[in-house]
């Protein structure tokens, strides 16, 4: 036991020591807040973004108790640093699924930390957690449904897929899946009482997830439309390598299984043994492939309990996957059945293999597997590093980076809007950092619906076309259809090689292309905005206010110099 809390705690210390700024820096956040939780700034005094309709719209995809975390920090310390009290509450969760197997008889102690250790370690599961972000509770509630099953706690297992229910129905569906294959266990060997009662209960937790999951689906998009089919999704450029989402065509499927297992091998960190690092590096596809027959041999030498939990969860990923793709996009992004799925499995194989060796000594079982379990972390440690990676995975959006913009935005006026490039990253900053509107950018531009990706096509071509406007009339009245009241203009976008710059995805790019023809970067009026008209001008970028811009074309103030 001491040997055991003695590996999992150095590394542990090694891990949290290379992570806490992620974990507590409330300027880094990941890019994905710029879609999932900005519009959580409404809960703050003042309720910034309440009116806005792309933060409505955005809100609506999120699940009702996931809003509420928000609703409750929010309003005392605000959004960037409720992000990271959230993300903290879901590493907690890996550690309540370890303290499962710890207290439990059929694991114990070195099982548990064994568990956590893997889940907490794995970048892939960092770069899904980081942020608070409603994906990141995939991992978390698959995970608490494992250790259920590995210690033979039914409760832990339906809490799991209640949570699911609560807060991400994608990792609810992985969840309810392995149940339903789970309860089928020893099918022809427990009597038929038993398996009554398995159905029952699996009976009655789906009918309780439904009925909670059941006021977002019914609610849904209000505005949104139907979900693209697949034959609409094929016709519709945002759905190809070059679009948006770039999910068409659909990857082969078991190269894509594959290496979710091989991504488990990935080494970050550093290392107290870089003899073991070098010798993972040089042989890697040796030790995956020992470690997969390894685990595959220990149980069927009964030197190990059958992973039967991860079997389950092997058919839920393969049987899900399979219908995300016929019945596309209903069931969201085939992708996620994948890399959720497989995930779990791989992971879930490690620790259900390792973690409940020597089950047939009675005396030695929980020294065994302490030994075992310490030696586990250590090689984890020694050989694939200690999961701290820099930069962050899944952490790449900086306050700091343009913090006087920002900063000037936050003291525009409430209903002040900001209209920026669409292919500039930072304009996706404005409503997160700035706490203003803005019109639309990368990551509001959502094409899963069909009227909602209508709209937001229909506001980022004309978002565009003012942005290289060379008629002032052209910005006035753009500024008056959607209430715009400053421009953020990267400079660079607007200079020679304007036309390489101003590529964005698909079929935004296509379109800017034919609007850009025969023009040259001293036809763009923001590109020459009038100093009087300029809020700010720093690191590469300017903020125009509308008012003023139309009062100096009205006195006919000069152009600004180029940089």
Partial sequence: MLVVWWVAILWLRSWYAGNEPVLSDPLLQPDDARTALFPFHRYAPGHPLENDPIANEMLEYQPYAYRLLFRFTVPSV??????????????????????????????????????????????????RIHGGLPRGFGFPVCALWLAGALAGRPNVRRIAAIVGALTYPTALAMVL?????????????????????????????????????????MVGMHDGGSIHTLEQAKREPAFGKSGRLRVLPFPEPTQQFARMYEEMFDQYGTTPHPEVWRTVEEHRGEV?????????????????????????????????????????????????????????VALGLVAGVLGLVAPCFRRWRYPIRNVVCALGIWLMWSGLGNGVRTPPMGVD????????????????????????????????????????PNNGGFETMQPWLVKSWKRQLERAEDTTRAIYATKPEEIL??????????????????????????????????????????KQASDFLLGKAPRSAEVLRTRGYTLIS??????????GAPAAPPD
């Fill in 477 to 518: 009245s753009f500024a008056s259809k959607y209430r715009v009241t400053h421009f953020l203009i990267q400079r660079s976008r607007l200079a020679e090689d304007f036309r390489s710059r101003s590529r964005s995805f698909e079929p935004l790019s296509s379109f800017t292309r034919r609007l850009l023809e025969g």
């Fill in 288 to 344: 995956v492939i020992a470690l997969l027959a390894l685990l595959l041999a220990l149980p069927l030498m009964r030197l190990a309990t059958g992973p039967t939990p991860v079997t389950a969860f092997l058919v839920a990923s393969l049987v899900l996957y399979t219908l995300s793709r016929v019945f596309a996009f209903k069931l969201y992004s085939p992708e996620r059945y994948y890399t959720l799925g497989m995930r779990m």
């Fill in 177 to 217: 899946g392995a149940e339903g294959v789970y309860v089928l266990r020893g099918l022809g060997r427990p009597g038929f009482h038993t398996l009554l009662r398995r159905l029952k209960h699996y009976a009655l937790l789906v009918g309780a997830c439904v009925a909670l999951l059941a006021p977002a689906v």
């Fill in 78 to 127: 605000g959004l960037l640093v409720a992000t990271k009290w959230v993300t903290k509450l879901l590493f907690g969760m890996f550690v309540m699924a370890g303290v499962v197997l710890m207290t439990s008889r059929r694991a114990g102690l070195g099982a548990g930390l064994l568990f956590a250790a893997l889940f907490i370690h794995d970048q892939s599961i960092q770069n």
């Fill in 546 to 555: 509308v008012a003023k811009l139309k009062e100096a074309w009205r006195t």
């Fill in 397 to 436: 959006v900086d306050y700091r980076r343009l913090g006087p913009v920002w900063d000037a935005i936050k003291k525009l006026p409430e209903d002040a809007r900001v209209a920026c490039q669409v292919g500039d990253q930072e304009c996706d900053n404005v409503p997160l950092f700035g706490m203003r």
